[in-house]
């Protein structure tokens, strides 16, 4: 079992950047592929980023890829989301997500059976 924790949320400006960090704890964090999803309000919970258990693979909404980076530190049980040249639209609470299975990608919600309670990002017109 993973229990997860976020931090790092924040007001910022557009174009601004924020990094956010997601502590884990069990035994099974360094097996776990990760990921962020992020929910605005009156919206879904929508995929961001994941990254498998040995970080040699990451995969991005494409909302994100280029502007994002999701990274992982499996000595320090913590994964990281490197967020630049944020837009007013990336305003959402950011959940850490994590998943035992070896399917690769895991881009849904209902693959992921652990997450954090969720950090909120607010960025600025």
């Known amino acids: 079992q993973v ?10 400006q557009a174009g601004g950047s924020l ?46 890829e280029g502007r994002f980076t999701i990274s992982r530190d499996n000595a320090k049980n913590t994964m990281y989301l490197q967020m630049n040249s944020l837009k007013p639209e990336d305003t959402a609470v950011y959940y ?14 209902d693959n992921y059976p652990y997450w954090g309670q969720g950090t909120q990002v607010t960025v600025s017109s």
Request: proline share 4%; aromatic share 12%; hydrophobic share 40%.
């Open 3 to 12: 229990h997860v924790v976020e931090s790092g949320g924040g007001l910022v």
């Open 19 to 64: 990094r956010l960090s997601c502590a884990a704890s069990g035994r099974t964090f360094s097996s776990s592929t990760m990921a962020w999803f992020r929910q605005a309000p009156g919206k879904e919970r929508e995929f961001v980023a994941a990254i498998t258990w040995t970080a040699s693979s990451t995969y991005y909404s494409p909302s994100v």
């Open 96 to 109: 850490c997500a994590a998943s035992t299975s070896r399917i690769w990608p895991l881009l849904t919600v």
